[in-house]
């Protein structure tokens, strides 16, 4: 197993789904503690990719390849780095957590519903492991299929029109992306006369400016689609407002990520010269500041509860693709450590609203308030959320928008004033929100007698509130897996980007004076 063991994590969902098919459907209570039993597994096994990595190996780990589809090209190559490994552990934990918060909010064709989330626990594994171009279009196309089933049956009163919306728009932007990396595949059988999609064969195309920016562009609307950046996000709020709440959880908690991941993994190393083109980075730098900018007022101006959620995942992402293409490596290492931030607190808050909605049926804000004085314990967990979204220091959140906020004022001191605005703002709406649902006295009488968390809502809250508060204080670890894979990102980009650095930590030191020549003095005798 510890030969293959990506191999493992990759497929322990799928085989798991499949084992789960066999279960007579009016077996409801084996068929959910079946389904959690392979989520925790699907964690388990994952464990040991943290504990056998090495940090300091510049290339890829865990690498498996054998030829899958030799006439075009085509093989079966996975392997991870610090960024990749990161986000495979994000999945895992996630994916669990999502099977886990179903126990009781989702009753009917329990059977499908829970393979749906188990092949999407491959689908997105796959993309963050993936080393060839034709598998990872695979598994990225592969993931709109469980989602679309997710919130267009179990979803709520609009479902179909948001699972419609939600699959039109990302399966357009995927085939625009499929034309690029055609591009990729039919420069590397002109330049060197064989077709392939592994990645590191392709990092050795030479490609002209102009067709690296074609490229580019096709590649960023599969990308920013799947993040989403401004103005491609309207697909969003319906999708995370519609989806059922473990829907919403691990759409804002992985599958945005495919996007950012797309950006760092793809577009960077493999067009290098579009990717510090100044006009593409002034681009994707303005509507990453109007994503932050604008996902926070729109979030200020909500009355649904889990709305207001999901405008602010538009603004934290705003943040991930500001630090990306500040090209530098405060705002790569930020960008990513922000990613998983933006999973764990945007993922506790998604489980707030599902918590409450389960007890009242209401997203509206206007519904509740006072609620800490019935439920303490949720208004504590609440609190944390909100103040690590917000990135309280100390909480992970902060971590994260500082890195990104420092590499983004090293590139340009005014997209890192623009994002600090987004930070404020961020805050604003986020107290906002806890003041009229927590705080207050008790404005609805449906609400004087809640109860508050039970042992399964603590069993899926407590690794998320641990993680926020050890990436607050300890993120060390993450930082140490993350500099040689982002160093070798911006060497990529920016050749002379260290070099340029030690010139300039060279020039500010202070001289240091010359060794004064003490002339000996003869003894007197």
């Given at each position: 197993?510890?030969?293959?063991?990506?191999?493992?994590?990759?497929?322990?969902?799928?085989?798991?789904?499949?084992?789960?098919?066999?279960?007579?459907?009016?077996?409801?209570?084996?068929?959910?503690?079946?389904?959690n039993?392979?989520?925790?597994?699907?964690?388990?096994i994952?464990i040991?990719?943290?504990?056998?990595?090495?940090?300091?190996?510049?290339?890829?780990q865990?690498?498996?390849?054998?030829?899958?589809?030799?006439?075009?090209?085509?093989?079966?190559?996975i392997?991870?780095?610090?960024?990749?490994?990161?986000?495979?552990?994000?999945?895992?934990m996630?994916?669990s957590?999502?099977?886990?918060?179903?126990?009781?909010?989702?009753?009917?064709?329990?059977?499908?519903?829970?393979?749906?989330?188990?092949?999407?626990?491959?689908?997105?594994?796959?993309?963050?492991?993936?080393?060839?171009f034709?598998?990872?279009y695979?598994?990225?196309?592969?993931?709109?299929?469980?989602?679309?089933?997710?919130?267009?049956i179990?979803?709520?009163?609009?479902?179909?029109?948001?699972?419609?919306?939600?699959?039109?728009?990302?399966?357009?932007?995927?085939?625009?992306?499929?034309?690029?990396?055609?591009?990729?595949?039919?420069?590397?059988?002109?330049?060197?006369?064989?077709y392939?999609?592994e990645?590191?064969?392709?990092m050795?195309?030479?490609?002209?400016?102009?067709?690296q920016?074609?490229?580019?562009?096709?590649?960023?609307?599969?990308?920013?689609?799947?993040?989403?950046?401004?103005?491609?996000?309207?697909?969003?709020p319906?999708?995370?407002?519609?989806?059922?709440?473990?829907?919403s959880?691990?759409?804002a908690?992985?599958?945005?990520?495919?996007?950012?991941?797309?950006?760092?993994r793809f577009?960077?190393?493999l067009?290098?010269?579009?990717?510090?083109?100044?006009?593409?980075?002034?681009?994707?730098?303005?509507?990453?500041?109007?994503?932050?900018?604008?996902?926070a007022?729109?979030?200020?101006?909500?009355?649904d509860?889990?709305?207001l959620?999901?405008?602010?995942s538009?603004?934290?992402l705003?943040?991930?693709?500001?630090?990306?293409?500040?090209?530098n490596?405060?705002?790569?290492?930020?960008?990513?450590?922000?990613?998983?931030?933006?999973?764990i607190?945007?993922?506790?808050?998604?489980?707030?609203?599902?918590?409450?909605?389960?007890?009242?049926?209401?997203?509206l804000?206007?519904?509740?308030?006072?609620?800490?004085?019935?439920?303490?314990?949720?208004?504590?967990?609440?609190?944390?959320?909100?103040l690590?979204?917000?990135?309280?220091?100390?909480?992970?959140?902060?971590?994260?928008?500082?890195?990104?906020v420092?590499?983004?004022?090293?590139?340009?001191?005014?997209?890192a004033?623009?994002?600090?605005?987004?930070?404020?703002?961020?805050?604003?709406?986020?107290?906002?929100?806890?003041?009229?649902?927590?705080?207050?006295?008790?404005?609805?009488?449906?609400?004087?007698?809640?109860?508050?968390?039970?042992?399964?809502?603590w069993?899926?809250?407590?690794?998320?509130?641990?993680?926020?508060?050890?990436?607050?204080?300890?993120p060390?670890?993450?930082?140490?897996?993350?500099e040689?894979?982002?160093?070798?990102?911006?060497?990529?980009?920016?050749?002379?980007?260290?070099?340029?650095?030690?010139?300039?930590r060279?020039?500010?030191?202070?001289?240091?004076?010359?060794?004064?020549?003490?002339?000996?003095?003869?003894?007197?005798?």
């Amino acid at each position: 197993m510890t030969e293959h063991i990506l191999s493992w994590v990759l497929f322990t969902p799928v085989i798991g789904m499949l084992l789960l098919l066999l279960i007579p459907s009016e077996k409801k209570n084996l068929i959910r503690w079946w389904a959690n039993i392979v989520g925790v597994v699907g964690f388990l096994i994952s464990i040991p990719l943290v504990t056998n990595f090495d940090k300091n190996a510049a290339s890829f780990q865990y690498v498996e390849k054998f030829d899958w589809i030799p006439s075009i090209g085509a093989t079966y190559s996975i392997g991870i780095d610090g960024i990749s490994l990161l986000l495979i552990m994000l999945t895992t934990m996630m994916t669990s957590i999502s099977i886990l918060c179903s126990w009781s909010s989702i009753q009917d064709r329990l059977k499908e519903y829970y393979a749906m989330f188990l092949l999407l626990g491959t689908a997105m594994l796959g993309v963050f492991m993936s080393l060839d171009f034709f598998l990872f279009y695979v598994f990225w196309e592969l993931v709109l299929i469980p989602m679309y089933f997710i919130i267009g049956i179990w979803g709520g009163e609009r479902k179909l029109y948001a699972a419609i919306k939600f699959f039109l728009y990302t399966a357009l932007a995927s085939v625009l992306m499929l034309l690029g990396i055609l591009v990729l595949y039919f420069q590397y059988h002109q330049q060197y006369g064989v077709y392939t999609f592994e990645f590191s064969k392709l990092m050795s195309l030479n490609m002209a400016l102009d067709m690296q920016r074609w490229v580019f562009w096709s590649l960023f609307l599969g990308f920013a689609v799947k993040v989403p950046m401004f103005p491609f996000h309207t697909w969003l709020p319906d999708a995370h407002t519609e989806a059922p709440t473990a829907g919403s959880v691990i759409l804002a908690g992985v599958l945005l990520k495919m996007g950012t991941y797309g950006f760092i993994r793809f577009s960077l190393p493999l067009l290098p010269k579009a990717s510090i083109d100044p006009t593409i980075v002034r681009v994707l730098a303005v509507l990453s500041i109007i994503g932050i900018i604008y996902g926070a007022l729109v979030s200020l101006m909500q009355k649904d509860w889990k709305k207001l959620v999901a405008y602010s995942s538009v603004s934290h992402l705003g943040f991930c693709t500001l630090g990306i293409f500040a090209l530098n490596p405060n705002g790569l290492t930020g960008s990513v450590i922000q990613q998983i931030n933006h999973g764990i607190s945007t993922g506790m808050l998604f489980l707030i609203v599902g918590v409450v909605y389960e007890r009242r049926h209401t997203r509206l804000i206007s519904e509740y308030g006072g609620l800490a004085h019935v439920m303490p314990k949720f208004a504590t967990v609440f609190a944390i959320a909100m103040l690590s979204s917000a990135g309280l220091p100390m909480l992970n959140g902060f971590i994260g928008e500082f890195t990104i906020v420092a590499g983004a004022f090293e590139a340009n001191r005014a997209w890192a004033g623009f994002a600090v605005t987004g930070i404020v703002l961020g805050a604003a709406y986020l107290l906002w929100l806890f003041q009229r649902t927590m705080l207050g006295k008790i404005t609805n009488e449906k609400n004087a007698n809640l109860p508050d968390l039970n042992w399964r809502e603590w069993a899926y809250f407590t690794p998320l509130i641990v993680l926020a508060f050890w990436i607050g204080l300890y993120p060390k670890p993450l930082f140490e897996i993350l500099e040689k894979p982002v160093a070798n990102i911006v060497m990529r980009v920016r050749p002379d980007y260290y070099q340029n650095q030690n010139r300039i930590r060279e020039a500010a030191a202070p001289a240091v004076p010359a060794p004064v020549a003490v002339i000996p003095v003869p003894a007197s005798h």
